[in-house]
Every structure is written in structure tokens, then in C-alpha cells.
């Protein structure tokens, strides 16, 4: 019998659709962590949270999408500001396990708000993408996973652009690499702190937006911080870098998982490059040898 090497290759476009959105999320976790080292648990929450203030915004106010998902990213950047004021800033200095727990205690939270104001019950955003099949060659690719991707790639470009040339992302950048060099350098780094976790929310929206286009949206969206969890892991916690290249990769694998053993199997091979890779490299692949382990 014929390999089928057309569903080989839809498989493959379609891995590359998620892990781009993987990667997306992946640049917002790893931002945070490398600007204030908190490893942020809650970022499949705050993703949750963009999306469900576009459909609140666009089903309860009757906004037209665009103006939706650009109010929604405003208010989940307002949003990730106040976490990081109230929640994380307090913290600092504490033990990483300490800091952690709090972000655990911050995704029930925002679960908990969710489901008291929209209820447990899936939703469907609104239609906003072209629904035109997408061919590339022979090969099928859905058009949601096509455009999100497309979307995914440009913000990243974007971000990686504003933050090497932008003043503030200097700033964030400085603040990264050496906290005191950045005070003695006159950086408002409390100010830095903010600002990651403000940009952090604001891409974790769009992810989130995406994400709920593609699948729909419930209070269950936080898992998707698991698979992103270990993108970041794998690629090591404070690399950009990594997070872009395992977020495509772990798209890919999860895909093929799921395409020839089943849906069941996606977090399991998942998890299983994760073991493989700490057992390797417990700093990740692109990751620096300081990093902190819970």
C-alpha cells in the first residue's frame, strides 16, 4: 500500500498553523520571564481572557469584530498591568516557588471570573476570517489555521522589530539581561516590569482571539498554556528564539500525533519530548545555564 504523502503533508501545514500560534504565546511567556524571572502559569488564562472580552464585546455590545478585538487587546493589556501591580510586583524578591504559586492562584482566578460571567458553556466567536478553501499545492489547509498563522507570523515579526529598535523594548531588553546595570543605567525597571506583562497580555490576547476563531472558546482555553508551557521549557525559558522554533516544532508533533495515533496522543508526545529534552539539556534547547529551576 501507498504512503499517503498529500495527508502527510495537510498534517504538517496543520502543525505549523497551531505551532505558530504556540509560538506567539510562547514570545509573550517568555518576555515576562526574562524581564521579571516569574515563571507565569496563568498565560493560557490571560489568553482565555482576550477572547472572551472580544465576544462579550462583540455579542453583548454589538461590536463590529475589528473594533472588538482591538478593544479587547487594549483592556487585556489594562488587565495584565493590574496583575502585575497587585498580584506579582508585591512579590518580588520572594522564593520562585512562591512567586509561582501565585500565578496558579491568578489562572483559578481568572477561570473563576469567566465562568461567573459567561458560564462554563463553550462559545463560538463570531465569523470574522475568509472561509475560501486554501490550497498550498495539492494540500488542503484549513482557512482559519491558515490566516491565524499568517496573523501569528506578522505579529511576531512585529514585536521582534519593536522591541530591538523601540526605546522600551531597549529598556526591556537591558532590564533582562542585568536588573542592576539597568538601575544604575537610570531605567525605571518597576516600569519595565509593567510594560512586559502589559505587551505580554496584549499578544496573549490575539493568540487568544485566534485560537478561539479556530476551535471556539471556553473556560478549558487554559490548556493550551500547557502546551505552551513546554514549548517554552523545551526551548528554554528565556529565549526568543526557542520559543519560535519549539513552538513550530511541538506544533508539528502533536499534529502527526494526532493524524496517525489519535487525538489522545497529542499531549503525550508532548510531554514526552519534554522529559527528553531535560534529560539532555535541563536548560532547554536555546536556553542560557543560569536559568533558575523550580
Known amino acids: 500500500m501507498d504512503f499517503d504523502w498529500l ?13 505558530g500560534l504556540y509560538a506567539l504565546t510562547g514570545l509573550a511567556f517568555v518576555m515576562i520571564y526574562k524581564a521579571t524571572r516569574v515563571v507565569n502559569l496563568a ?8 477572547a472572551y472580552l472580544c465576544f ?19 483592556g487585556s493589556g489594562v488587565a495584565g498591568a493590574t496583575l502585575e501591580r497587585v498580584a506579582i510586583r508585591p512579590m518580588l524578591g520572594e522564593s520562585p516557588i512562591s512567586v509561582f504559586m501565585v500565578t496558579v492562584g491568578l489562572a483559578s482566578i481568572l477561570v473563576g471570573v469567566v465562568e461567573l460571567i459567561w458560564t462554563s458553556e463553550p462559545r463560538r466567536l463570531p465569523e470574522f476570517m475568509p472561509s475560501a478553501p486554501v490550497m498550498i499545492g495539492e494540500a488542503f489547509v484549513p482557512p482559519k489555521v491558515f490566516y491565524g498563522f499568517l496573523v501569528a507570523a506578522v505579529l511576531i515579526g512585529v514585536a521582534l522589530a519593536v522591541f530591538r529598535f523601540w526605546r522600551g523594548g531597549v529598556a526591556l531588553r537591558a532590564t533582562a539581561s542585568d536588573q542592576q546595570a539597568a538601575y544604575s543605567m537610570g531605567i525605571n525597571v518597576p ?7 502589559t505587551v505580554a497580555a496584549m499578544i496573549a490576547a490575539i493568540a487568544g482571539v485566534i485560537v478561539g476563531a479556530v476551535g471556539g472558546i471556553s473556560s478549558t482555553m487554559g490548556v493550551f498554556g ?3 508551557l513546554v514549548v517554552v521549557i523545551v526551548g528554554g525559558l528565556d529565549s526568543v528564539l526557542g520559543a519560535l522554533v519549539a513552538g513550530l516544532f511541538i506544533g508539528v508533533v502533536e499534529s502527526l500525533a494526532g493524524g496517525f ?21 535541563p536548560y532547554g534547547l536555546f536556553g542560557t545555564h543560569e536559568i533558575e529551576r523550580l
Open 7 to 19: 495527508f502527510l503533508a495537510e498534517i504538517v501545514l496543520a502543525g505549523l498553523g497551531a505551532g
Open 43 to 50: 498565560i493560557g488564562e490571560m489568553l482565555m481572557i482576550g
Open 56 to 74: 462579550g464585546l462583540a455579542t453583548a455590545m454589538n461590536m463590529p469584530m475589528w473594533l472588538a478585538i482591538l478593544v479587547a487587546v487594549i
Open 191 to 197: 516600569k519595565v516590569f509593567s510594560l512586559s506583562w
Open 226 to 228: 500547557l502546551s505552551v
Open 261 to 281: 495515533l489519535g487525538g489522545e496522543f497529542k499531549l503525550l508526545a508532548t510531554f514526552m519530548i519534554l522529559i527528553v529534552v531535560l534529560l539532555v539539556r
